[in-house]
C-alpha cells in the first residue's frame, strides 16, 4: 500500500513538470544597427532585451529575421544560438545581421529612391522540455541622417 501511494505521488510529481504551463517570453528590440560595409556585404548587429517570466531557464536557439525597406522585403537571415534566458530574468541578446552584397545593393537602390522607412520582424526559437516554442518580435523605424538604422 505504501509502495503504491510512493509510485502514484511520483507519478503525479513527474507528470506535474510537464503538464505546467510555459509562459511566452517576450522580447523588446534595443537597437537594429548596420556596423561595416565592404566588398562582400554589411554586417550589422540587433540587440533584444528578453524577458522569460518562467520559474526556469529556457534556452533560445536561434532567430531568423527578416528586414523590409521602404514596404520592400529587403533581407532574410537565420542566427543559430544557444543561449538560456534565466528563470524570471531578462537576458540581453546581441547577435550579428549578415547582408550579401546583392541584397545591399538593392537596399542601397531603395535608399536612393528615397526609402526611409524600415521593419524588422524576428520569430525566435526556443527549446523547451515540452517542445519547441516561438515568439514573433515586430520593430519599425526610420532611417536617420547618422547611423543606417538606429535605436528604438
Known amino acids: 500500500m505504501r509502495s503504491l501511494a510512493m ?12 503538464m505546467r504551463s510555459i ?13 561595416s ?29 527578416q528586414l523590409s525597406l521602404g ?11 544557444s543561449q538560456t534566458i534565466p528563470a524570471r530574468g531578462v537576458a540581453p541578446i546581441t547577435t550579428t545581421l549578415t547582408i550579401e552584397a546583392r541584397d545591399a545593393f538593392a537596399m542601397a537602390s531603395a535608399l536612393s529612391a528615397g ?8 520569430q525566435l526559437h526556443f527549446s523547451t522540455a ?3 516554442l516561438e515568439l514573433e518580435v515586430e520593430h519599425a523605424g526610420t532611417l536617420g541622417t547618422g547611423a543606417l538604422f538606429g535605436g528604438r
Open 7 to 18: 509510485v502514484a505521488c511520483t507519478t503525479a510529481f513527474g507528470c506535474s513538470i510537464f
Open 130 to 132: 515540452v517542445g519547441p
Open 23 to 35: 509562459e511566452r517570453p517576450q522580447a523588446t528590440v534595443q537597437e537594429v544597427s548596420l556596423a
Open 71 to 81: 514596404g520592400a522585403r529587403a533581407v532574410t537571415g537565420r542566427v543559430e544560438l
Open 115 to 122: 526609402a526611409r522607412g524600415y521593419r524588422l520582424t524576428a
Open 37 to 65: 560595409a565592404g566588398l562582400t556585404g554589411v554586417s550589422g548587429q540587433l540587440r533584444l532585451d528578453v524577458t522569460n517570466p518562467n520559474s526556469f531557464g529556457v534556452p533560445l536557439s536561434g532567430i531568423d529575421w
